[in-house]
């Protein structure tokens, strides 16, 4: 009798420590033994379960079903399944738990939360989709400027120019969306170490904006930096804080139109410098705001292509500027103009 005692006290510690839900139940159907975490699934405490029929636990049919044919045929199932419609996913596996004379005396059904994997894995197929539609893209052009070259354009040097100057273009793109791409993973998988230190923000959009001087002088727009007197030094990797500031002065100049004005403001806050970089310019539907910092996500696809995008730009602003425990914002009016922000640890 101890020996039982003892047994099903250690059954209970080990199902009490799972992670997955356990379910066990009598040939009736009705359940003998469950966890907490099984309990959390079905929203009862306290041994709530006990003594349920599995059929009227289970909203939709299917679990209750396949431990019907457990207990009746003694085999062992496995189904996926969300449960209470809920968004969670679980792999649900039922199994017979069988009698000295294998004689058949109920089923366990363990429920492991898949949720994440399955997440992850259509995230994972959604990412390889747009980056090969996005090398498909530059490199289909390519191929058709170089195969109408090599029909005969290229005995007309105007037109072999033109071809040339667009296939430059497109290698271009090419190889800037695959050097976004390494900085993004290297960044997400952590490879990239981040070394952050005391950087001047007020220097670095200095030479951010000496960089980009030539697009800002070929539209004419009006670039002002507003600071107070004796901005704190932020807690920034250098290198990586010049990409976010390059990437949010890009977008600003590439969505202005010319004559436009852009402003870039930088503010304490807090233990917090934000830095915003307001533009005149086209604006961003409300609709469309939440995505801009996804990967891929542009407004205007056709657009956002004529001018060399890759859509990655922004994506990575997020990463860098979270990977500083900072924040990132946006505000934006159709036609009117767009407000990028990004807060950085003030030292
Ligand atoms: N200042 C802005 N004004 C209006 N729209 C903007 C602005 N900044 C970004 N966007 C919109 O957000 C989209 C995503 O921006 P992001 O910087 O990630 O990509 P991109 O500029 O298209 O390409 P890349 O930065 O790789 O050259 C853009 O395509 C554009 O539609
Ligand atoms: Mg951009």
């Given at each position: 009798?101890?020996?039982?005692?003892?047994?099903?006290?250690?059954?209970?510690?080990?199902?009490?420590?799972?992670?997955?839900?356990?379910?066990?139940?009598?040939?009736?159907?009705?359940?003998?033994?469950?966890?907490?975490?099984?309990?959390?699934?079905?929203?009862?405490?306290?041994?709530?379960?006990?003594?349920?029929?599995?059929?009227?636990?289970?909203?939709?049919?299917?679990?209750?079903?396949?431990?019907?044919?457990?207990?009746?045929?003694?085999?062992?199932?496995?189904?996926?399944?969300?449960?209470?419609?809920?968004?969670?996913?679980?792999?649900?596996?039922?199994?017979?738990?069988?009698?000295?004379?294998?004689?058949?005396?109920?089923?366990?059904?363990?429920?492991?939360?898949?949720?994440?994997?399955?997440?992850?894995?259509?995230?994972?197929?959604?990412?390889?989709?747009?980056?090969?539609?996005?090398?498909?893209?530059?490199?289909?052009s390519i191929?058709g400027f170089v195969e109408t070259l090599l029909d005969g354009a290229m005995e007309n040097s105007a037109i072999c120019r033109r071809f040339l100057s667009i296939i430059d273009s497109?290698?271009?793109?090419?190889?800037?969306?695959?050097?976004?791409?390494?900085?993004?993973?290297?960044?997400?998988?952590?490879?990239?170490?981040?070394?952050?230190?005391?950087?001047?923000?007020?220097?670095?959009?200095?030479?951010?904006?000496?960089?980009?001087?030539?697009?800002?002088?070929?539209?004419?727009?009006?670039?002002?930096?507003?600071?107070?007197?004796?901005?704190?030094?932020?807690?920034?990797?250098?290198?990586?804080?010049?990409?976010?500031?390059?990437?949010?002065?890009?977008?600003?100049?590439?969505?202005?139109?010319?004559?436009?004005?852009?402003?870039?403001?930088?503010?304490?806050?807090?233990?917090?410098?934000?830095?915003?970089?307001?533009?005149?310019?086209?604006?961003?539907?409300?609709?469309?705001?939440?995505?801009?910092?996804?990967?891929?996500?542009?407004?205007?696809?056709?657009?956002?292509?004529?001018?060399?995008?890759?859509?990655?730009?922004?994506?990575?602003?997020?990463?860098?500027?979270?990977?500083?425990?900072?924040?990132?914002?946006?505000?934006?009016?159709?036609?009117?103009?767009?407000?990028?922000?990004?807060?950085?640890?003030?030292?």
């Open positions: 009798m101890l020996s039982v005692t003892r047994e099903y006290r250690q059954m209970q510690a080990i199902m009490s420590s799972m992670i997955d839900g356990v379910i066990i139940c009598d040939l009736h159907g009705e359940v003998a033994l469950s966890n907490q975490a099984a309990e959390n699934l079905f929203l009862v405490r306290d041994g709530g379960l006990l003594g349920k029929r599995i059929t009227d636990l289970m909203a939709d049919d299917e679990i209750g079903m396949m431990i019907q044919e457990v207990l009746l045929k003694g085999n062992e199932v496995f189904s996926e399944t969300t449960l209470h419609s809920s968004t969670q996913v679980y792999r649900v596996h039922v199994a017979a738990i069988k009698g000295e004379n294998k004689d058949i005396e109920g089923a366990v059904a363990v429920f492991h939360d898949v949720t994440d994997a399955r997440n992850f894995a259509q995230m994972r197929s959604d990412f390889v989709g747009n980056v090969s539609h996005e090398l498909r893209t530059p490199l289909t191929k497109e290698t271009d793109r090419l190889s800037r969306l695959i050097e976004d791409l390494l900085t993004l993973s290297s960044i997400e998988s952590k490879e990239r170490i981040v070394h952050p230190q005391p950087v001047c923000i007020i220097r670095s959009m200095r030479g951010v904006m000496n960089m980009l001087g030539p697009q800002i002088s070929d539209k004419k727009l009006h670039v002002e930096f507003v600071y107070p007197d004796g901005l704190s030094l932020v807690l920034a990797d250098e290198d990586l804080l010049g990409q976010v500031l390059i990437n949010l002065l890009d977008n600003a100049i590439k969505y202005t139109p010319p004559g436009g004005s852009i402003f870039v403001r930088s503010r304490m806050r807090d233990s917090r410098v934000i830095t915003t970089i307001s533009d005149t310019g086209v604006g961003i539907p409300p609709d469309s705001l939440p995505r801009v910092f996804e990967r891929f996500y542009r407004v205007d696809k056709a657009r956002s292509r004529n001018q060399g995008g890759t859509g990655l730009g922004l994506s990575i602003v997020k990463h860098i500027v979270e990977s500083h425990g900072g924040e990132v914002f946006v505000e934006s009016e159709i036609g009117k103009g767009s407000t990028f922000g990004v807060s950085f640890l003030a030292v």
